[in-house]
């Protein structure tokens, strides 16, 4: 499809995406009432909550002392799957509302641990733990399905349901102290979790990939490095989860990298575009040895750019054949995000290619979900109709009157764009 026919396909699209979002947002007002009403009843004056755990939290605050925490969806233990973090949640077309009624929903029963500390007191590293409250952590986040638990509460959780603006730029569900945890269940554990957890020579990049090469998603390989259940020996340790998932995320997208290396690259150069919760991804692949870049803008009065007189934010990051040295301050976690949905396409296509990705983070991202979201519409922007154009330039012009800025800023804050045009005289 040529790309203006394929642009006017895709405002269509677009403006039927949004009537729908409109219809499902701004519910959570009434979510959390009735939340407030369900968990008083379900949490007992004894302060011991049955519940089922789909997922665990290790939190980065004062590490290495940080906070780990079992989440549990109180009151609806019979849906826990739904209530953990996935690519389901893109495939469920889930809005920013249910994103906020899922994640206040979670019961954060929690403790603070040492990351390399088992915590009983004995000397037990987090390697060799496998009874007590980090032993039950670690049990939930390798299980494939969500476990039934008993976790005793110290005190009865104190529910704060004012929202205001700092709850909507953090959506989280009620916390409270953990006395102790015990397994209601033998929770299943797949067999290629077990020969990660079994091998203690083995580094945590190279179980992560093979847990990728036997089917495991990125989500679940991030809870269990998170719980401290991958890498050598004595070296494991708890990994708190905004962390692990761009180890993961890093990781799986190196592996990748070198996987598409020697491939023949792409015959032409292909626009493709996604929409999802108020952000816009194109992804304008070129023929060509592998290159990479995220180029983010922020609109003014968005979550992340507040200041409706700001105007728009740029941050951009990039990286060559050989890929980067140091982590991406920029555009963090979504550059890792994004580069791995792009890399996943490319390695089943049998074909490299350079990879500029735009994403647009309108006034409509009220509340941020997480990269989850990045690396889904990325993920997808693959499926379906795409677009084609002559030249890299034509490409950049294209997608660039769809954006809040000029061809010309956009060449100015993007490598790809400033670079690629003076190497591509065979496309111009």
């Avoid at 180890?247 to 292909?270: F, K």
């Avoid at 575009?273 to 990479?292: H, M």
């Amino acid at each position: 499809m040529r790309l203006d026919e394929y642009l006017e396909f895709e405002a269509n699209e677009r403006a039927e995406r949004r009537r729908l979002a409109r219809e499902k947002d701004y519910g959570i007002l009434d979510h959390l009432d009735s939340f407030e009403r369900r968990f008083e009843a379900e949490v007992s004056d004894d302060a011991v909550v049955g519940s089922v755990s789909p997922s665990i939290f290790v939190g980065r605050s004062n590490y290495p002392r940080v906070s780990t925490g079992l989440l549990s969806p109180v009151g609806r233990e019979e849906r826990a799957a739904t209530f953990e973090t996935s690519a389901a949640w893109y495939d469920e077309g889930v809005s920013i509302g249910d994103v906020f009624e899922r994640r206040t929903s979670l019961l954060n029963a929690n403790r603070g641990i040492d990351v390399n500390d088992a915590g009983a007191g004995d000397g037990t590293g987090v390697h060799d733990a496998w009874d007590g409250w980090l032993g039950v952590q670690r049990e939930v986040a390798i299980a494939d399905r969500p476990v039934d638990v008993e976790i005793g509460l110290d005190g009865t959780p104190d529910l704060d349901f004012e929202v205001g603006v700092e709850d909507v730029k953090t959506p989280t569900g009620p916390r409270a102290s953990a006395r102790d945890a015990a397994l209601g269940e033998n929770p299943h554990v797949p067999r290629p979790v077990k020969k990660t957890l079994e091998d203690d020579d083995w580094r945590a990049e190279g179980a992560m990939t093979y847990l990728y090469r036997r089917g495991f998603d990125v989500y679940e390989i991030n809870t269990i490095l998170s719980a401290g259940a991958l890498g050598q020996g004595e070296s494991r340790r708890l990994v708190p989860t905004r962390w692990s998932i761009t180890a993961v995320d890093d990781t799986i997208g190196q592996y990748l990298r070198g996987s598409i290396r020697s491939n023949p690259t792409i015959d032409a150069i292909e626009v493709h575009r996604n929409e999802y919760l108020g952000n816009a991804f194109w992804v304008v692949l070129v023929p060509g040895n592998w290159e990479y870049e995220l180029v983010e803008l922020k609109a003014p009065g968005s979550i992340w750019n507040p200041d409706p007189a700001a105007g728009t934010y740029l941050a951009a990051a990039s990286e060559g054949r050989e890929g980067r040295t140091g982590y991406v301050e920029e555009t963090a976690g979504a550059y890792y995000a994004a580069r791995v949905g792009v890399l996943e396409h490319l390695d089943e296509r049998g074909r490299q290619a350079k990879a500029l990705v735009c994403r647009h983070v309108s006034d409509e991202y009220w509340g941020p979900v997480g990269v989850w979201q990045v690396r889904e519409a990325v993920r997808n922007a693959f499926s379906g109709e795409h677009g084609t154009a002559e030249t890299f330039g034509e490409a950049v012009r294209g997608v660039a009157e769809h954006l809040p800025i000029s061809t010309a800023r956009l060449r100015r804050k993007s490598t790809m764009a400033a670079g690629l045009q003076a190497n591509l005289a065979e496309f111009s």
